[in-house]
């Protein structure tokens, strides 16, 4: 018994010395209790599939008969207006060739490996710098209409520093959650291979590529070194399914679909796999944030491909009440430019040039 506990703490040292972080002299990462992450400020809270539908069904009955229009139609049209060049397409993961993943791995340590920019004091790597932009803006892009439109900002410009100062050539994949939902577990995302596992019950992550991984962000909006660590709920993840995705995508008006999106399958997802994900602030810093958000961002964009209209108007506010418009900003800090909503509305136009596959 001792001896097995002797071993697994060397081996825990072992893999901490050999991340990137730096840490000063040999420290093991401990987890923090589950309640920490859970009762961290939530902008938006995990909303019932039949509440979502009860929602729906009166947007509905408000629309005029004046108004049929504004009803969506359930019809794709797939968008193939490519008006950049050389468009980037992401793939579902189990799409991926074992290549793709491994380069995809590859650019998140190589920027947990780099230096921070030093815009974020509590940031220690340029990874981090990310964690703490989300941090920074969290209560200004969630739960309100800009969730979606900064977080398909946010995301690319992840994709874009990892192309840029990583050698990263390829585009992000996407988690396609509804054909796991409530068995997360059962995808190679979570496995010992890939993002390590997910039924650590709160612990740290110990197996695949992050094992032992130290955080310096968060959770909330303080900082302590915390490891990376998950806790597998099925029955929240379960409600990010085609039907639920399919609900909010029947909305006629961005602000209802973004709405419904938001409470619905994203906050569903990370709840669902917990602890460190479960904090709204510090989230970013499980790597599998990216394949989670690339999912909620391809269900908007399937819900902007079913009308032309949609990738030319805005509707919604933002945290002041202010009416979202064409102009309004986008910002990630010096990260990248600022841009304006009308930037970001088609993912096939010159500032982010990306589709996904499906
Ligand atoms: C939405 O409203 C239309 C028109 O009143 C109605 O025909 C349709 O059944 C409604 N759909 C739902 C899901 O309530
Ligand atoms: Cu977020």
Redesign the pocket.
């Known amino acids: 018994m001792r001896t097995s506990v002797l071993s697994a703490s060397l081996a825990v040292v072992a893999s901490v010395a050999a991340l990137p972080q730096e840490l000063p002299g040999i420290k093991i990462v401990l987890p923090l209790p589950l309640n920490i992450f859970a009762e961290t400020p939530k902008l938006v809270t995990p909303v019932p599939f039949d509440v979502a539908v009860e929602k729906?069904?009166a947007w509905?009955?408000s629309?005029t008969?004046g108004d049929?229009q504004k009803?969506d139609n359930g019809e794709s049209l797939l968008s193939t207006r490519a008006t950049c060049g050389n468009i980037r397409v992401r793939k579902e993961w189990d799409s991926c060739s074992d290549n793709e993943r491994q380069a995809f791995i590859n650019g998140i340590k190589c920027l947990m490996s780099r230096g921070p920019s030093g815009q974020f004091s509590q940031s220690k790597s340029r990874y981090e710098d990310l964690v703490a932009l989300h941090q920074t803006l969290t209560p200004n892009v969630h739960g309100n209409d800009k969730f979606l439109l900064w977080h398909r900002y946010y995301t690319w410009t992840f994709e874009d520093m990892m192309r840029t100062e990583c050698g990263f050539n390829g585009a992000l994949p996407w988690f396609d959650e509804t054909r796991y939902a409530g068995r997360f577990d059962q995808s190679s995302i979570f496995s010992e291979r890939w993002f390590g596992s997910i039924n650590v019950g709160g612990n740290c992550v110990t197996n695949g590529q992050f094992a032992n991984l130290a955080i310096n962000v968060g959770p909330g909006s303080g900082n302590q070194l915390h490891c990376l660590a998950r806790n597998n709920d099925g029955s929240k993840t379960a409600n990010c399914n085609q039907a639920y995705v399919d609900q909010c995508n029947?909305f006629g008006d961005y602000h209802g679909m973004a709405e419904c999106a938001e409470g619905g399958p994203h906050a569903w997802g990370h709840n669902g796999i917990g602890a460190v994900m479960q904090d709204t602030f510090g989230s970013p810093a499980d790597p599998t944030f990216w394949l989670h958000h690339t999912f909620v961002d391809r269900n908007f964009r399937i819900w902007q491909n079913r009308d032309g209209g949609r990738v030319n108007s805005i509707s919604g506010t933002d945290k002041a009440g202010n009416r979202l418009t064409l102009d309004t900003t986008i910002n990630v800090y010096d990260m990248r430019r600022t841009v304006r909503i009308r930037d970001v509305l088609d993912t096939t136009a010159e500032t982010l040039c990306y589709k996904y596959n499906y």
């Open positions: 729906f069904k509905n009955a629309v008969i049929a009803r029947a």
